[in-house]
């Protein structure tokens, strides 16, 4: 193998990759990145058997073929070159391959490709599903978090993925809270189906993935992976088995009251008491007043926590409340990963009772819900 690439997109395209290697893993190969000649491009791919990424650069192909080099090595060597040309160069049979640019001219040994584990490709699978890039991206921001991050309940690391009613649904539960998410999928795009995709695939799909474009969800045949596929990166994960819980009777079909608050502020709030929370079980009050009829006092959102040992603190703002006086306990972690990932301006606070879920939505466009189910009161 012989080729000359830019340092820049060589570099870019190690760090796509690196996201999928193993760090832990027993088998030696899998530290190591592939790099492939492939129709006048280079490929490189990386995979921890739970994950597989291919990303291809352009580069200037003077002779074809392959070999597998440490992720960290080559990545360090490269990301410390100038950006300009390099030239990647492997004898027959060694795998060590030979990294020249300005000043540089290094060898690295690398292991047999024929070694290297298969990464699925997209022949022979099911029919695409086409989103957009940006819209796909919000959607794993937006639910993907909520996700359980212990294996006690496999389904519950997973993210559900339904296609039906031309719409494409995103949701994602632990025990104590549910983020859903859907978007409109144009008419015949996909047939009706559910996967359960692990929300680690997806959070590490948001990172690699480009800003604009188009990705194309392709399931594989046995229905055992799913692919992601865009014209420079593949991402392929494992799909979860199991059946995702019946969110959609979690989910409150109205609400007694309701307060609209500046997400920012909403924000703010959180923070200035979670300090408070931490020490008591991340117990935050929320209490929701009405202004007066007269419209002269406004309504307002008070979030207090109290910790025995170290103090209290009480943060009241603003809001438009529609119904009567609620208090409800939640935990404040839950309120401050939401808060922290909406953008709309405005997001409303939906409650029934103290004893039953509420709901968070942005005020919007986004067809979003995160629900918190309440911490008991006899705290």
């Known amino acids: 193998m012989k080729i000359t690439c830019k340092q820049q997109d060589l570099s870019r395209g190690l760090s796509v990759v690196s996201h999928a290697v193993s760090s832990r893993s027993t088998l030696p190969i899998l530290a190591n990145i592939l790099l492939t000649t492939d129709q006048g491009r280079l490929k490189l791919s990386a995979t921890n058997l739970e994950i597989g990424i291919n990303c291809w650069i352009d580069a200037e192909v003077q002779e074809e073929g392959s070999t597998t080099v440490p992720a960290k090595t080559i990545s360090d060597l490269v990301g410390s070159l100038r950006p300009i040309q390099v030239e990647l160069s492997v004898t027959d049979e060694s795998h ?45 921001t937006y639910v993907a978090f909520s996700a359980a991050d212990d294996d006690a309940r496999p389904v519950l690391t997973g993210v559900h993925v339904e296609t039906s009613n031309e719409q494409l649904v995103f949701a994602a539960a632990d025990a104590f809270r549910l983020a859903v998410m859907s978007i409109p999928l144009p008419a015949g795009e996909a047939l009706a189906d559910t996967i359960l995709i692990p929300a680690r695939t997806l959070t590490e799909l948001a990172r690699i993935l ?4 188009t990705v194309q969800m392709i399931v594989t045949p046995n229905r055992s992976q799913v692919l992601f596929h865009t014209e420079n990166v593949d991402m392929v994960s494992r799909l979860i088995e199991g059946t995702f819980p019946n969110f959609r009777g979690i989910i409150p079909k109205g609400h007694t009251t309701r307060a609209v608050i500046e997400t920012k502020e909403f924000a ?53 409340v529609d119904g009567p006086e609620q208090e409800i306990i939640f935990n404040v972690r839950y309120l401050s ?4 990932v ?17 709901a968070l939505k942005p005020v919007g466009a986004a067809d979003y819900t995160y629900i918190i189910m309440p911490m008991s009161t006899n705290r």
């Open 96 to 140: 060590t391959i030979n990294v020249k640019s300005q000043g540089t001219n290094a060898t690295i040994k690398g292991m047999d490709p024929s070694e290297f584990p298969l990464i699925p490709s997209t022949e022979g699978s099911e029919t695409p599903i086409a989103l957009d890039a940006k819209q796909l991206k919000e959607m794993i």
């Open 210 to 213: 480009p800003n604009e474009g």
């Open 268 to 320: 703010a709030a959180v923070k200035t008491v979670t300090p408070f929370a931490r020490d008591s079980s991340n117990i935050a009050r929320i209490k929701i007043s009405s202004g007066s009829e007269d419209g002269q006092e406004p309504g307002t959102l008070t979030i207090e926590a109290n910790a025995e040992d170290i103090g209290s603190n009480v943060s009241t703002i603003n809001a438009a």
């Open 337 to 340: 990963d939401v808060l922290g």
């Open 342 to 358: 909406l953008t709309t301006p405005e997001v409303a606070l939906e409650v029934i009772s103290a004893a039953r879920p509420g």
